[in-house]
């Protein structure tokens, strides 16, 4: 089994910079597609950017530019920099690991999440 956990979040100004780490325990994830998703304060769960096995990435339009995650595989980990952050960024961020494409709706593994909030 597979346990990821989020951290690296906590309140900042607009403008300002976070970074976000998933750590995942448990066995290596050889082969998975990782990714991060978020859910604001009454809004479904949406998706924030993912990343294949091999390095591929994609965002969402809203963090193009300003969000990039990468993934170092020697320490099984997951990040996303999140720059020049905006209040509508605020939501609680989840990282997920897939053997497919990691969805908001289906993905194999999810963390507990970690609070960002971005004031104005």
């Known amino acids: 089994q597979v346990q990821l956990k989020e951290s690296g979040g906590g309140l900042v100004q607009a403008g300002g910079s976070l970074r976000l780490s998933c750590a995942a325990s448990?066995?290596?994830?050889?082969?998975?597609?990782m990714g991060w998703f978020r859910r604001a304060p009454g809004k479904e769960r949406e998706f924030v950017a993912t990343?294949?096995?091999?390095?591929?990435?994609s965002y969402a339009d809203s963090v193009k530019g300003r969000f990039s995650i990468s993934r170092d595989k020697a320490r099984n980990t997951l990040y996303l920099q999140m720059n020049s952050l905006k209040p509508e960024d605020t939501a609680v961020y989840y990282c997920?690991?897939?053997?497919?494409?990691?969805?908001?709706?289906?993905?194999?593994?999810w963390g507990q999440g970690t609070q960002v909030t971005v004031s104005s």
């Open positions: 990343i294949t096995w091999n390095g591929a990435s």
């Open positions: 997920a690991a897939d053997l497919g494409v990691p969805s908001s709706r289906r993905s194999e593994f």
């Open positions: 448990g066995r290596t994830l050889s082969g998975y597609a």
